[in-house]
């Protein structure tokens, strides 16, 4: 909770929001202007996490939309989240947190693999992105200082279908992340704090004039045990 006389004195008296009324009735602009300046900071520092570990592949999880400022009785509120019609909107505290490996059971998160068989949406999702990156795909033709058997196995894996290959190597890479878990990324837990901390706070409790109590609801819904 931040003290409107603490926030006063650091801000000093030419501190000015704009927007009042000559009675001194605080205008919903000022509440306003202060809400989007801080889920901005939020928004920058999201996606900079989120560009930082490489995670911007389609684009979807770095799409993260804020909802116009709300009053109701004595109460403000502003979401930040995603469309329902982002796919983002189904997986993205996944990334946020992480989700516990099988056999490492890392990251410390909530959420947690609880067994080696792979979904189709997975293994589906997993090959999209390596037709999207086919430098990630191994190339296999030098033969050079190959044992017989590991020549006659080549030759052999040559023989099957291009795309019953891929998806065999997407099928063995979702087992493995089942297996050392999905890294976390933090990407919303660690910005909040940074962007509707203390400072925020204070300037929204110099606005309103009173002691302010910031609440924080997270709605995903995601099982804690993924499949």
Known sequence: MASISQAQRELGSDFDFGGTERSGQLK?????????????????L?????????KVDTGNLSDIVVSAVEKKG???SI??????????S??????????????????????????????????DAILRWYLRHKNYIRNEDQRKNLTPLQQKRKTLAQAVDPQKKLRQ??????????????????????????AFGEDFQKKLATALGQDVALTIKNTFNGNNSTK
Do not use: H, W
């Open 169 to 194: 190597i997407a099928t063995n890479t979702a087992k493995n992340i089942k297996k050392r878990g999905m890294p976390r990324i933090g990407f919303f837990d660690d910005n909040i704090p940074k």
């Open 90 to 123: 189904e997986y993205y505290d996944f990334q946020n947190k992480g989700v516990r490996g099988i056999k490492t059971k890392s990251p410390n998160s909530p959420y947690s693999y609880r067994t080696l068989s792979v979904s189709r949406k997975m293994v």
């Open 28 to 44: 919903l602009g000022q509440v306003e202007a202060i809400m989007f300046e801080g889920a901005n900071k939020f928004l920058k």
């Open 74 to 76: 004595g109460k403000y």
């Open 46 to 54: 999201a996606v900079a996490r989120i560009n930082a570990r490489k």
């Open 79 to 88: 979401t930040i989240g995603y469309d329902k019609s982002n796919p983002a």
